[in-house]
T-cell receptor, first 110, second 111 residues
């Protein structure tokens, strides 16, 4: 089983829609959680960290459910520029090893 | 703001050759990570360094080695290159194990 699993999608949504992605992780000892976005052939860019209490940054909301070992990302009022692959990242047993999910592809349609 | 710098951006090598990739972290970042991303795949963790010491090892082949120098830059050395080593190699840096910021990557093609 992979350390981090995501639904690869693709998700095709109209502009203005709300879309949610989930990501499950296998290591209950993981302490650090992040969402990154990656555009085609570019480097991953940090979107937001995920805190235990949940956090929001504009149209983006991230939540952590430790009991069920998943993190989620909610995007409200989708924009065309949100089209990208969204990667969840979780650390391993030690602090310096990080695992990426396979990414969820989002296309926002005009 | 200064970002992670990687060089070269593109590299073409032949099988069995060697390659060296360089990474210059964001100033004051003390942790460097290396990832390999094949076509259509997620980034795979190779190795990380914290304060110039190797801190974690992932799926890095024995043919590869890496180190972090006194100025915190890091180099990934790859020997006996194989066709399957063709990929995008990302370096990321952070201040202590934390949010990572990625460089633009080195695209390695092995012919």
């Amino acid at each position: 089983r992979k350390e981090v699993e995501q639904d690869p999608g693709p998700f095709n949504v109209p502009e203005g829609a709300t879309v949610a992605f989930n990501c499950t992780y296998s290591n209950s000892a993981s302490q650090s959680f992040f969402w990154y976005r990656q555009d085609c052939r570019k480097e991953p860019k940090l979107l937001m960290s995920v805190y235990s209490s949940g956090n929001e940054d504009g149209r983006f909301t991230a939540q952590l459910n430790r009991a069920s070992q998943y993190i989620s990302l909610l995007i409200r009022d989708s924009k065309l520029s949100d089209s990208a692959t969204y990667l969840c990242v979780v650390n391993g047993n030690t602090g310096n090893q990080f695992y990426f999910g396979t990414g969820t592809s989002l296309t926002v349609i005009p | 703001a200064a970002g992670v710098i990687q060089s070269p951006r593109h590299l073409i090598k032949e099988k069995r050759e060697t390659a060296t990739l360089k990474c210059y972290p964001i100033p004051r970042h003390d942790t460097v990570y290396w990832y390999q991303q094949g076509p259509g795949q997620d980034p795979q963790f190779l190795i990380s360094f914290y304060e110039k010491m190797q801190s974690d090892k992932g799926s890095i082949p024995d043919r590869f080695s890496a180190q972090q120098f006194s100025d915190y830059h890091s180099e990934l050395n790859m020997s006996s290159l194989e066709l399957g080593d063709s990929a995008l190699y990302f370096c990321a840096s952070s201040f202590q194990p934390n949010e990572q910021f990625f460089g633009p990557g080195t695209r390695l093609t092995v012919l």
